[in-house]
């Protein structure tokens, strides 16, 4: 089974960015990868992955501010946070999944979680 670890996290001010990173122990182009969040007493929410075809999708709250990325030989998920906002906060994780179908913010249909990464942004 596939295991994830983010990394890249931390405390930011309003309008900074940060890289995140997740590192995969398999193959990372066998599977359908993508970034989720969870703020304190929120439910965990997609932010951005890849669907079939190598096309991605965002949520509509990050759309222009965050920039989904991989790179195959070192098999590593990259996720750009630019002008970042305080509502930005919350713990990052990575996810992947073998199945295809469409969806890719659907947290339901990945079956591999990392532990995630703590991203905190102050106004």
């Known amino acids: 089974q596939v295991q994830l670890v983010e990394s890249g996290g931390g405390s930011v001010q309003a309008g900074g960015s940060l890289r995140l990173a997740c590192v995969t122990s398999?193959?990372?182009?066998?599977?359908?990868m993508a970034w989720f969040r969870q703020a304190p007493g929120e439910e965990r929410e997609g932010v951005t992955g890849?669907?079939?075809?190598?096309?991605?999708q965002y949520a509509d709250s990050v759309k222009g501010r965050f920039t989904i990325s991989k790179d195959n030989i070192k098999n590593t998920l990259y996720l750009q946070t630019d002008s970042l906002k305080p509502e930005d906060t919350g713990l990052y994780y990575c996810?992947?999944?073998?199945?295809?179908?469409?969806?890719?913010?659907?947290?339901?249909?990945?079956?591999?979680w990392g532990q995630g990464t703590q991203v905190t942004v102050s106004s």
């Open positions: 398999e193959d990372i182009s066998k599977y359908y």
């Open positions: 890849f669907e079939r075809d190598g096309l991605t």
């Open positions: 996810a992947a999944r073998l199945c295809g179908a469409l969806g890719s913010l659907a947290a339901h249909l990945y079956t591999n």
